[in-house]
């Protein structure tokens, strides 16, 4: 297929789509009410997740879309039961009792709060480790010490913030190499004093189970831990165990080597041609958090602008092009919800993809003036960017009162993956650009917001929501969106 770009002359008037802040506040709080009961999330591959994407199809639906709940089954953890983490410092011993045992009545006992002071890590295996067993911690410093990682085989590690070793998936490589019994990840370095205090608070990451895979043989690694402290819980356990020969105890009740459904929900307008635009945005979160701002800002865009576009399509019929929405389950384990869509549709995206957009914490915080009012607007083509800045400035012209409140930034990244000025392979946009097949990238424009500083932790909850912020996006893609469907010009 052959698309043929005109030369305008004259400026386009863009047509704006409005933009209902109160209606999107709404959609993001029914999908935080659906997270877990106790943990607040919805990790994919679990009830919450699956509520989540029925409710996003069941709205598609609503609004005169052709609806679908895709499913596929892919490499997931699932975490359940209530962790547990302890250290006891043993009493004055009397003659047969053991330390720390319920005998010891003078033990002193630190329950550290799960959500609060540590997290369970992607594709982390399972532990029980008791006190009477009397486990080693080894203090791996920043994990770039070889001999340390070598020294800590049969301990449990504990590393600060991981170093230059690449993230969790280079921190889980290097235990597995090892033969820790567990590795511990200590934040002193993210958010700190940010949020609560002095603290560092734990934040969720992934890991690559490709490679601890590959580091563990060809299997993965069912038991081994991988948890997240806090900065403070990390100095109490290491002064405890290290300083103080105290004993832990680590329950982990985690599946890491088994396959989970996630869902992907969408909704389509089918136009007079089989050229298509998307958007899109997750649905899953972390496990021990609402997920408000990553990603729940940017399901309910995505609700929002379906919502619009649907009177559009009312008022004025059948587009030119088909337009579909759609939103991601996966997306915090590895991008598997758009990974595994843009494999199975490769050949029709291939061929007919004129457009996808990705809504991925497109948000600024209730607190702009400390936090900062950023959003940046970037793609991959010159020429959908041309459009994007000339709808940016026709709404800061229409719109003055919102968009006066927050700079717009706008950037072009169409270098190939990897490289510096290509398209970052961090959100659902990866595989719409780079896993069209051979020699075929895909177009794509993306919005991220300054964010919040909750990001990744328990504290990600509407407290923090700026309903608002997510209109500039919104409006503007939104609009590029309502011009790609009519238009028969680019």
Same mark, same amino acid.
């Given at each position: ?436 097949? *051979?020699?075929?990238? =895909?177009?794509? !424009? &993306?919005? +991220? /917001? $300054? ?15 700026? *309903?608002?912020?997510? =209109?500039?996006? !919104? &409006?503007? +893609? /939104? $609009? ?11």
């Amino acid at each position: 297929m052959v698309i043929v770009f005109m030369d305008f002359s004259e400026p386009i008037d863009y047509e704006l789509i409005d933009f209902d802040q109160d209606r999107a506040r709404g959609y993001a709080q029914d999908l935080v009410d659906l997270g877990h009961p106790e943990w607040k999330g919805r990790m994919s591959g679990s009830a919450e997740e699956q509520a989540a994407a029925e409710y996003i199809m069941n709205t598609f639906e609503s609004l005169g879309y052709q609806a679908e709940l895709n499913t596929y089954e892919v490499p997931m953890h699932s975490i359940n039961s209530e962790p547990s983490l302890r250290v006891c410092t043993p009493g004055g011993l009397i003659g047969g009792v053991a330390p720390c045992s319920p005998l010891d009545a003078g033990a002193q006992i630190v329950e550290f709060e799960h959500r609060v002071d540590y997290v369970i890590q992607g594709f982390s295996g399972q532990s029980d480790f008791q006190f009477n067993q009397d486990i080693t911690l080894t203090d791996l410093g920043n994990g770039t010490d070889d001999a340390l990682w070598e020294s800590a085989s049969g301990t449990i590690g504990i590393v600060d913030a991981g170093g230059s070793i690449g993230g969790n998936t280079g921190i889980m490589t290097k235990a597995v190499e090892n033969d820790l019994l567990s590795i511990i990840r200590v934040n002193t370095d993210y958010n700190c004093g940010n949020i609560e205090g002095d603290d560092c608070v734990p934040i969720f990451k992934g890991t690559g189970i490709d490679d601890i895979t590959a580091a563990n043989g060809g299997s993965v690694p069912t038991e081994m831990a991988f948890i997240a402290l806090s900065k403070d819980a990390g100095g109490i356990l290491k002064s405890a165990m290290i300083d103080n020969n105290a004993r832990l105890e680590m329950f982990i009740d985690v599946t890491n080597d088994e396959e989970l459904t996630i869902r992907v929900p969408c909704g389509t307008m089918y136009g007079k041609s089989d050229e298509i635009v998307m958007a899109g945005g997750h649905h899953d979160t972390v496990y021990h958090g609402p997920g408000a701002i990553d990603d729940t800002s940017g399901t309910a865009s995505i609700l929002e602008m379906a919502t619009q576009m649907s009177a559009i399509f009312a008022e004025k019929g059948e587009p030119e092009r088909t337009v579909k929405f759609c939103t991601w389950g996966g997306e915090e384990e590895g991008l598997w919800g758009s990974r595994a869509y843009v494999e199975e549709n490769a050949d029709f995206l291939g061929q007919n993809l004129r457009l996808y957009v990705n809504l991925d914490m497109n948000h600024v915080d209730i607190d702009s003036e400390t936090r900062g009012n950023s959003i940046t607007l970037f793609g991959n083509d010159e020429r959908d960017m041309e459009h994007i800045e000339d709808i940016s400035e026709q709404f800061k012209k229409e719109r003055p009162d919102v968009a006066s409140r927050y700079t717009i930034n706008l950037n072009t990244l169409n270098g190939d993956k990897g490289e510096s000025n290509g398209m970052p392979y961090n959100s659902d946009h990866g595989p719409f650009v780079y896993d069209l097949g *051979e020699g075929n990238k =895909g177009r794509a !424009v &993306v919005c +991220y /917001g $300054s964010g919040s500083w909750e990001y990744h932790t328990y504290l990600d909850d509407m407290t923090r929501f700026n *309903e608002e912020s997510l =209109g500039v996006s !919104v &409006v503007i +893609y /939104g $609009s590029y969106l309502n011009y790609l469907a009519y238009s028969t010009n680019t």
